[in-house]
């Protein structure tokens, strides 16, 4: 069955970096974008952007530039979102769901959550 | 960007009761060349990731009880659920896909 399983809790520091995993299995990896999504405590689902995993071309919504990096190990299928100079406001569960282009988000990870702390 | 407006966002009811959620995109979803609306509407309870109940607006993803119900046009949608059940009981948000992604701020519903 489709399955896409993320790295487990993070507890970092302000300044450092952080970097989540999402395996997928039960499907061909290349087939379907993997896109991330944030969701703050309490907050809602907001859209970081998605990495096309055929040609590794990432995409960022306007306000997940810059510190969010999008990666691949495509013969591992697994997808990384790295997350430079972290502050305070990146605490978070961060989900991975895979989905084609143009089309809703039917799989999803079981969400990361990443605590930035002093 | 495309912004989704949600109400209400919470919503207090008892079991069995039918509830409407509303959500409002800043553009039509409506695209012209298949004539299907780029909406979709998921389900999340604590501590659980987001599950789709409902895409083109209007189709429920396999699985979904039929109690659930997607409606709407253009910039006006709504999830109808009939006759509430206690598992229903989470926060539901739209998203359109249209143009990348944007959720709605969500709805929260919870028992009276």
């Known amino acids: 069955q489709i399955q896409l399983v993320q790295s487990g809790p993070e507890l970092k520091k302000p300044g450092e970096s952080v970097r989540i995993s999402c395996k997928a299995s039960?499907?061909?990896?290349?087939?379907?974008?993997m896109n991330w999504v944030k969701q703050a405590p309490g907050d809602g689902l907001k859209w970081m952007g998605w990495i096309n995993t055929q040609t590794g071309k990432p995409r960022h919504a306007d306000d997940f530039e810059q510190r969010f990096v999008f990666s691949l190990e495509t013969s591992a299928s697994t997808a990384y979102m790295q997350i430079n100079n972290l502050n305070i406001e990146d605490t978070a569960a961060y989900f991975c769901?895979?989905?084609?282009?143009?089309?809703?988000?039917?799989?999803w990870g079981q969400g990361t959550l990443v605590t930035v702390s002093s | 960007d495309i912004v989704m407006t949600q109400s209400p966002s919470s919503l207090a009811v008892s079991a069995g009761e039918t509830v409407t959620i509303n959500c409002k995109s800043s553009q039509s979803l409506l695209y012209s060349g298949n004539q299907k609306n780029y909406l979709a509407w998921y389900q999340q309870k604590p501590g659980q990731s987001p599950k789709l109940l409902i895409y083109?607006?209007?189709t429920r993803q396999s699985g979904v009880p039929d109690r659930f119900i997607g409606s709407g046009s253009g910039t006006d949608f709504t999830l109808t659920i009939s006759s509430v059940q206690a598992e229903d009981l989470a926060i539901y948000y739209c998203q359109q896909f249209f143009d990348t992604y944007t959720f709605g701020a969500g709805t929260k519903l919870e028992l009276k």
């Open positions: 769901t895979r989905a084609k282009f143009g089309y809703w988000f039917a799989y």
């Open positions: 083109w607006a209007s």
């Open positions: 039960g499907y061909i990896f290349t087939d379907y974008a």
